[in-house]
């Protein structure tokens, strides 16, 4: 619920060991990918031989970064799937985790504000339906219901001529998800390794055999790469060319507020997303920066723009103000779907492209992600997002059903 | 008992006018100048908040932005959250009450006005205190444009209230006004460094006017200063030590004490102990007591005090303890003593300070860097940037004189970079200033109960937490910040950053040098969402696109569509019509007499030059060049990955000289990307590209009567058949107005397409409407264009087709030219993905039931039962209406294998229900053509 | 033929009482009707000559204006000109440049109801535009003949300053956003009075 | 909001440009000739460096013209731009 103080961290979270010679599998990036991704190899795999390497502080880069929203009601078969099946894990995390990820199942409305919106979304709602995805098509008056303070009078500039609806939608608590999983990683013994920035990736006859680090070489029998906005940088190493570009994209957040939002707002037409936090704070995310940047900050148009759409939509908002706005880097691909998988590469894997995606897909990827590590085959939630499908044709293209896919 | 704790003769509130102000519930006074804190103070008020977790009252623990305590919801003369009671001018009326944690949105819509302005100089200094004021008369003499922010009504900041620093700020505040290349703006906070020299400042204009501010004044404003050079001179925010019970009211940091007492001429407390490590609090000492407080006793955490502080002291009567420490308080509602050792020292009022911390923010957000100062126990600025540079105690520099100085160093620097040469040199007050003192004690914390210890006062979060969270692994203040939330409310962490920082790096036994302290995001102060916004709210959120015709169509009924930025009549219902009535309507019209609409949102390019043929061979999937003068020719774009990107006709004007027409939707980007290719792959093509969309406003006159109406407005033309064929154009006169009609249709009847100078556009259309009375002619909008077309299988780029779909996928392969080797997308259509059988392909579906009207993206699939999920889709209804040509439903759809399914059954899943349609191919009405030539 | 002319409508036709309104520092005009031309042509060409002299001025360089005779000239783009000359001369004028340009390479287009004129006069002009415009319009940054295609708020506009002492600009703006740049310019003026209507 | 020196007005915000991405990725002569793995680099695949970045730009709402710039992506600073064509200049 709205306005409640923030549940205590647990009194240890993890021990921050030097780094060994070698592991049997390296994941590059301690974000939320790497760290869900080692835990399910240990949980899932019995693989516990395992570091996860970190060039800054764990769960820093987007993690840090995103306005956690939580769903599944992806237009395309394949997104649903994953994102589905993440959503599934989303809903017993807390238990699984033993930590109170604070998920909060409050909905989220996708608006849309012309006529073509309303055929884009009634397409999606009807899809979902199919793949066993609760989503409804509400009508204004309906929206109103769900979220009171939508403004929903027709004489706007862009009405709201509609949303779609998840129910089963919502948040959850950043910081938390990634410490959970971090936490549980490390009580399985997988060394947790931060300030560690990977310089160079190994490779013998075309297979992965270390990383070189910050912190010393380190010899891996597999690399998995979550490296998220950087994944580029870490291909680089090893020649690997990827059709991803790294965008800033801006977020900020409100001071406390009393609770005024009872479930979660995106708008794609407009480019505004927003919740209210736990504590009462709005979280509010913009849309992408047009150019490449991996600086982790925005130009302020893009901010001024969200706000003046953020009041058309929300004209109670005037007078909150914003506190603070950060960016982060986020990798997006020519048909803004993901790509995990395997690479030319024997034993390196590939898990990057999630644009703005990352943190909804976090345990459902990193469920499918420890999948491929372990067994060298994807899991038939990420086959169809291989890296190939751009050589054959065969794009799952996320950006007709959502121009900005949060 | 009003306005008890006021002193006589200090500070410049304007005591001949009184205020009325409530606060929680409870009337006081106050005066012109005040801020709703020093006016709580001079009334006694130390109590104005409760704290989040705990519950515990909270007071004023400053006199500025950096307050982390006295948290206030404005209500009255309009709500808003959380503003420090430190930073509200007083006004009449005023109505607040003091939060505890959360704030309160209005749900009255704000009415105040918002607005942004640019402004340009060579130099900026945010900061009017002695350090900024210098740099700004430096800069100001040496002839350049100068821009100063301030956030207080008037310049000073922390110059004592004597009469040579008011002297000295008068005449440099008058020489700034004399300069016309000087602008000072009061009331005026930096909040937020930009990319190159552009800092954003908000501006409250009329806050302080209360209920009195004028309606056509904007409230706040957000002015984007672009700058050559920067100077901060922001000053340096006093830093609190951790120790027990250090929440209280009444404990206060000792130079916000002086600020209430020089600025607002009010004595926070009459019975004041003062706990130290530095020189600067025995200014507040000797200054409360010379204005009537008993200051029982100043505790220094230095073990030596330099010698003219004793003395001062001890003409005061005030007793000096050196080497003690404060190590914990006693109170409720507001602090009645202090611990230090054994001994309890009765007080009201408890003045801290543990050093100052420069305001680096803006600096840092310039990405600038900073290094620890291990005298001053804070992070300075390690040097300037090229364009951005600190003065003054925003680099750690304190002393009244040294500021001064350092403020005109800094803008002599910023001269300097900009190849301009000083003028004459800035005067220093006479402000007289202490002889210089000892260096600060570096205390972070006195020993004692960490968990009554209190670090972040806005989020109650203790020393003990701090410790906890190093405990639990973390050694990264961004971790400490995150498990603690230390830093992350309102005043991000002015107050308790560095004081986290040392107590972690004491924790860990690390450097705090090397451990840094958590970064400073910026607004450097909150902002209200509407001064973002500013002006571009209401009808100036977007732009409103309209047609020449635009008014006609309001006079006339019609309901808007918004596509993209253009307003487009819809459709226009007559009596009441529902759209389905009124679609129904216009589409016989248009079918059995004759109808009109306002086409000219189409994009139209004006192609010219001898390679003109070439470049659109280039592009379109078909042959261009090979049109004949006066003719048309309909055609697709295509993306490099062989997707439909956009369709239109193509006039050949002349030999050398084409006109393009596009979707109104990609109008744009069609110009951009011909543009795009044009300029940097085909830059040897003899080939000009102009933008002609809105120069001609376009009438399509559709309908088996539609030769007749343009017979009569159109003498001269001769509109038969034979000399005006389909898929041709002429240059005629419509309604006495030069015109260029082309034989073109989008609906599969007889149609004109009416070009004419946008500016004629109102004359024509009233000309054709009042000829075309007699035959019914009906005006209609894009609902009617929809079903006019879908009826002849004519795609809607965007709705029949979503980014994956090739011209092959809409049936269209006659337009993909077989005699071309190379146009833009070819090569995608060899992909594997691309020769599938089993693509989506654009068919017809015919609901079995007449009546049924299909929902526009429903789903399709082959049973008539609906398998458990996840279920096999084939595909999904792009568009669907009622047909009165066909008196019946119908719809697009886009179905996997579609075209070998034409005959079968499939179904349509609807709430609880499917549908049965039959697949059909696309084209429905007049497949043989006949209705196009009338 | 007929004996009247048809009637015709600019953009802004509605907005005369509006700008009526406006206070007396701020005056705002449309400049209807005039004949306005998309010249591309490549600067220094035979083509280019052949434009001069038939226009008796010098196509102006970047960011500039040539104001001097009465067809005036505006930079838009390293080939790119708008010429501006008075109403009702444009296919006059086509013709002559089409001929005078001959066989070379240029073209000349009539984009006359494309963007419509609007004169702004007054000591608050250049404080109005600040608030929408981004860029330096100080007189000696932005001189008599200075010629900027920019945005005004979210509009693109062509700006083009006439004359420094009464603080004259030309705004030249896209007939469709002509309205919306009229709100914009009025409701910029609230606070000086007047035009808030 | 950086200021972008467009190489025929100078310097304008950001705001006025359009963004193009890597510069010099030349559309194949003959893109039949290319195989399905060759095609797909030239539609699909740019670089991402971080650091200096070759790229193209377009003056949208000013003079419409495209030209290449050097930038740094990890600062977001330009390097230097150029007119279509020509050679850099710094």
């Given at each position: 619920m709205t306005g409640t103080p923030l549940p205590d961290h647990p009194d240890f979270l993890w021990r921050n060991p030097d780094p060994k010679r070698s592991y049997e599998v390296v994941i590059v990036g301690g974000g939320g990918h790497g760290l869900a991704t080692a835990y399910y190899l240990a949980k899932?795999?019995?693989?516990?031989?395992i570091a996860v390497l970190e060039?800054?502080?764990?769960?820093?880069g987007n993690m840090a970064r995103n306005t956690t929203i939580i769903r599944?009601?992806?237009?395309?078969d394949e997104s649903s799937g994953i994102y589905e099946h993440s959503l599934k894990l989303w809903e017993t995390l807390e238990e699984d985790l033993d930590y109170?990820?604070?998920?909060?199942?409050?909905g989220v409305l996708n608006l849309a504000h012309t006529l073509q919106d309303i055929r884009d979304s009634r397409r999606r709602v009807h899809a979902n339906q199919l793949n066993g995805i609760d989503a409804e098509w509400l009508e204004p008056d309906e929206v109103a219901k769900v979220?009171?303070?939508?403004?929903?009078?027709?004489?706007?500039?862009?009405?709201?001529l509609g949303a779609t609806y998840q129910p089963r939608a919502g948040i959850a608590k950043h910081d938390y998800v990634a410490w959970g999983f971090a936490r549980r990683a490390d009580a399985y013994g997988i060394d947790l390794i931060q300030n560690c920035e990977v310089t160079g990736i190994d490779v013998t006859d075309g297979r992965v055999t270390g990383v070189r680090t910050t912190r010393g070489d380190i010899a891996a029998g597999k690399v998995a790469l979550?490296?998220?906005?950087?994944t580029s940088v870490l291909a680089e190493m090893v020649g690997l060319r990827l059709p991803l570009q790294s965008h800033p994209l801006q977020a900020l957040v409100s001071e406390l507020l009393e609770p005024v939002h009872p479930t979660v707002v995106m708008s794609n037409a407009v480019h505004v997303y927003v919740s209210q936090a736990h504590k009462g704070e709005l979280v509010m995310g913009a849309g992408i920066d047009s150019y490449n940047g991996y600086g982790q900050r925005g130009a302020f148009h893009i901010i001024e723009r969200q706000m003046a759409a953020a009041l058309e939509l929300?004209?109670?908002?005037?007078?909150?103000?914003?506190l603070r706005t950060w960016a982060g880097i986020v990798d997006t691909t020519p048909d803004a779907s993901p790509i995990v998988g395997l690479t030319p590469v024997e034993n390196l894997y590939l898990n990057c492209g999630?644009?703005?995606?990352?943190f909804k897909a976090t345990p459902g990827v990193g469920w499918c992600y420890a999948h491929t590590v372990a067994t060298g085959e994807p899991h038939p939630y990420n086959?169809?997002?291989?890296?190939s499908r751009f050589v054959t044709g065969a794009l799952v293209d996320e950006h007709g059903a959502a121009a900005v896919a949060h | 008992m009003s306005n008890a704790f006021r002193v006589d003769a200090?500070?410049?509130?304007?005591?001949?006018k009184s205020l009325s102000f409530t606060f929680d519930g409870r009337e006081y006074t106050g005066h012109p100048g005040d801020t709703l804190a020093s006016a709580l103070l001079a009334n006694g008020?130390?109590?104005v908040a409760t704290s989040i977790k705990y519950g515990r009252p909270r007071g004023i623990m400053?006199?500025?932005?950096?307050?982390?305590?006295?948290l206030v919801q404005i209500e009255f003369p309009f709500p808003e959250p959380m503003l420090t009671a430190t930073t509200v001018e007083l006004y009449d009326g005023l109505v607040a009450r003091g939060l505890s944690g959360q704030g309160r949105l209005s749900t009255?819509?704000?009415t105040a006005r918002y607005d942004t302005v640019h402004a340009h100089c060579d130099v900026l200094v945010v900061g009017a205190g002695p350090a900024g004021l210098a740099a700004a008369l430096t800069a100001s003499r040496a002839g350049v444009r100068v821009v100063v922010v301030d956030?207080?009504?008037?310049?000073?900041?922390?110059?004592?209230?004597t009469a040579p620093a008011c002297e000295w700020v008068a005449d440099v505040t008058d020489e700034l006004s004399a300069n016309s290349d000087v602008q000072l703006l009061r009331r005026?906070?930096?909040?937020g460094y930009y990319d190159d020299g552009l800092v954003l400042a908000l501006e409250?204009?009329?806050?302080?006017?209360?209920?009195?501010?004028?309606?056509?004044?904007?409230?706040q404003r957000v002015w984007r200063i672009r700058a050559r050079q920067v100077v901060f001179a922001t000053g340096a925010y006093e830093r609190p030590i951790a120790f027990?019970?250090?929440?209280?009211?009444?404990?206060?940091?000792a130079g916000s004490a002086r600020t209430y007492l020089g600025?607002?001429?009010?004595?926070?407390?009459?019975?004041v102990v003062v706990f130290t490590t530095?020189?600067?609090?025995y200014l507040a000492a000797t200054e409360l007591a010379d204005a009537?407080?008993?200051?029982?006793a100043v505790i220094d955490a230095r073990s030596e005090v330099p010698a003219h502080w004793l003395d001062a002291c001890a003409a005061r009567g005030i007793e000096v303890r050196a080497?003690?420490?404060?190590s914990g308080t006693s109170g409720a509602e507001r602090i009645t003593g202090v611990r230090v050792g054994d001994e309890e020292i009765g007080c009201d009022l408890l003045l801290v300070s543990g050093g100052w911390n420069p305001a680096v923010a803006l600096f840092s957000q310039a990405r600038g860097t900073l290094r620890y100062d291990g005298v001053l126990g804070g992070f300075v600025p390690a040097g300037a940037l090229d364009t951005v540079r600190t003065a003054g105690a925003a680099r750690g520099v304190l002393g009244s004189a040294e500021v001064v100085s350092d403020g005109a160093e800094a803008a002599l620097g910023a001269l300097a970079a900009l190849g301009k040469t000083a003028g004459e040199p800035v005067a220093l007050p006479?402000?007289?200033?202490?002889?210089a003192g000892a260096p600060g004690a570096v205390l972070w914390q006195v020993p004692g109960s960490d968990d009554a210890q209190f670090v972040d006062l806005q989020r109650d979060q203790t020393v003990a937490d701090v410790l906890r969270a190093t405990g639990a692994g973390l050694t990264s203040v961004e971790h400490v910040k995150r498990y603690?939330?230390?830093?992350?409310a309102h005043d991000q962490g002015r107050t308790s950053g560095v004081l986290t920082s040392g107590i972690v790096a004491a924790a860990l036994g690390v450097d705090i040098a090397e451990l840094g302290t958590p970064r400073l995001r910026p607004p450097a102060l909150p902002v209200a969402f509407a001064a973002f916004a500013g002006r571009n709210r209401?009808?100036?959120f977007d732009p409103v696109r309209v047609t020449s015709l635009h008014r006609w169509h309001v006079e006339h009924g019609a309901l808007f569509e918004n596509v993209g930025q253009w307003k487009r009549p819809w459709y226009y219902p007559v009596g009441g019509e529902t759209i389905e009535e009124a679609v129904l309507r216009e589409c016989r019209a248009a079918r059995e007499g004759v109808g009109m609409m306002d086409g000219s949102t189409l994009g139209k390019i004006s192609v010219q030059g001898p390679d003109s043929g070439e470049l659109l061979d280039r592009f379109y999937?078909?042959?261009?060049?090979?049109?004949?003068?006066?003719r048309v020719r309909y055609g697709v774009m295509c993306g490099v990955d062989g997707m439909v990107f956009d369709d239109g006709t193509v006039l050949r004007l002349a030999e050398e000289e084409f006109l393009v027409t596009t979707t109104t939707g990609n109008a744009a980007k069609v110009l951009d990307r011909m543009e795009e290719w044009l300029q940097t792959?085909?830059?040897?093509?003899r080939v000009r590209l102009t933008s002609v969309t809105e120069h001609w406003a376009t009438i399509p006159l559709v309908g088996p009567r539609s030769r007749d109406v343009l017979a009569l407005v159109a003498?001269?033309?001769?509109?038969?058949n034979a000399a005006f064929g389909f898929m041709t154009w002429q240059d005629t006169v419509v309604a006495d107005v030069p015109a260029r009609v082309a034989r073109i249709s989008f609906s599969g009847e007889l149609a004109y397409e009416i070009n004419v100078p946008a500016w004629y556009a109102h004359t024509v259309w009233e000309a054709l409407y009042a000829a075309g009375g007699p035959f019914g002619i009906t005006p209609y909008g894009t609902e009617t264009m929809h079903v006019l077309r879908a009826e002849k299988a004519y795609p809607i780029i965007g709705q029949d087709t979503d980014?994956?779909?090739?011209p092959q996928d809409l049936g269209?392969?006659?337009?993909?030219?077989?005699?071309?080797?190379?146009?833009?997308?070819?090569?995608?259509?060899?992909?594997a993905e691309n020769r599938r059988a089993d693509r989506k392909q654009l068919v017809g579906l015919l609901p079995v039931d007449e009546r049924t009207l299909l929902p526009e993206g429903a789903q399709i699939i082959a049973t008539e039962t609906v398998p458990a999920p996840p279920v096999p889709m084939l595909g999904h209804i792009t568009s669907s209406y009622r047909s009165d040509a066909l008196g019946r439903t119908f719809a697009l759809a886009l179905l996997r294998g579609g075209t070998r399914r034409v005959g079968e059954t499939l179904y349509v899943p609807l709430e609880g229900r499917t549908v049965a349609v039959t697949v059909t191919?696309?084209?429905?009405?007049d497949k043989e053509g006949t209705r196009r030539d009338g | 033929m007929t004996v009247d002319a048809p009637a015709r409508f600019s953009p802004?036709?509605?907005?005369q009482e509006a700008f009526g309104?406006?206070?007396?520092?701020f005056q705002v005009r449309e400049l209807p009707f005039l004949t306005q031309l998309t010249l591309r042509v490549s600067a220094d060409s035979p083509a280019a000559k052949a434009v001069e002299s038939v226009l008796g001025i010098r196509l102006p360089s970047?960011?500039?204006?040539?104001?001097?005779?009465e067809v005036k000239a505006l930079w838009l783009g390293p080939d790119e000109w708008l010429l501006v000359a008075p109403a009702d001369t444009g296919a006059e004028l086509v013709g002559r440049l089409r001929s005078a340009i001959g066989e070379e390479f240029a073209t000349v287009t009539d984009?006359?109801?494309?963007r419509t004129v609007l004169s702004l006069r007054g000591g608050l002009t250049r404080e109005i535009l600040a608030r929408g415009c981004a860029?330096?319009?100080?007189p000696r940054v932005a001189p008599v003949g200075a010629c900027y295609t920019t945005l005004l708020a979210q509009t693109g506009i062509t700006l083009v300053v006439r004359a420094e002492a009464a603080a004259s600009v030309w705004l030249l703006v896209r007939s469709s956003f002509a309205p919306y740049a009229a709100a914009w310019l009025v409701d910029a003026a609230t606070e000086y009075g007047g035009g808030a209507g | 909001m950086q200021l972008i020196a467009?190489?025929?007005?100078g310097e304008r915000e950001e705001a006025e440009f359009h963004y193009g991405g890597?510069?010099?990725?030349?559309?194949?002569?003959?893109?039949?000739?290319?195989?399905d793995e060759q095609w797909a680099q030239y539609v699909f695949f740019r670089d991402n460096p971080k650091g200096p970045f070759a790229e193209r730009w377009m003056h949208a709402a000013g003079c419409r013209r495209w030209f290449d710039a050097l930038r740094?992506?990890?600062?977001?600073?330009?390097?230097s731009v150029h007119r279509m064509g020509e050679e850099p200049r710094a």
């Open positions: 899932n795999h019995g693989i516990t031989d060039k800054g502080w764990l769960a820093g599944s009601n992806y237009l395309w109170p990820i604070l998920f909060s199942q409050r979220c009171p303070i939508v403004n929903i009078d027709p004489d706007v500039r862009y009405p709201v979550a490296g998220a906005g950087h929300f004209p109670v908002f005037a007078r909150a103000h914003m999630w644009g703005t995606g990352g086959a169809p997002f291989a890296l | 200090l500070g410049s509130v304007d005591r001949d008020v130390h109590h400053t006199a500025g932005v950096e307050e982390p305590n006295a009255r819509p704000d956030e207080l009504p008037s310049p000073g900041g922390s110059l004592p209230g005026t906070t930096a909040i409250k204009r009329t806050d302080h006017l209360g209920a009195a501010a004028p309606a056509h004044v904007s409230r027990d019970d250090n929440d209280r009211p009444g404990i206060m940091l600025r607002f001429g009010v004595l926070a407390g009459r019975e530095n020189d600067s609090a009537g407080a008993r200051v029982r080497g003690q420490a404060v006479a402000v007289g200033d202490a002889p603690t939330t230390i830093g992350t209401g009808e100036l999937t078909n042959v261009m060049s090979s049109l004949k003068v006066g792959e085909w830059p040897d093509l003498p001269t033309l001769d509109v038969s980014g994956t779909i090739t269209m392969s006659w337009v993909v030219s077989g005699k071309k080797d190379e146009f833009v997308g070819r090569r995608s259509f060899d992909r191919d696309p084209v429905l009405y | 802004l036709a509605d907005w309104r406006l206070p007396a520092g970047a960011s500039r204006a040539e104001l001097s005779e984009v006359s109801a494309q860029l330096d319009l100080d | 467009c190489p025929w007005c890597q510069a010099h990725v030349p559309y194949p002569a003959k893109p039949a000739d290319l195989d740094d992506t990890a600062t977001h600073q330009f390097l």
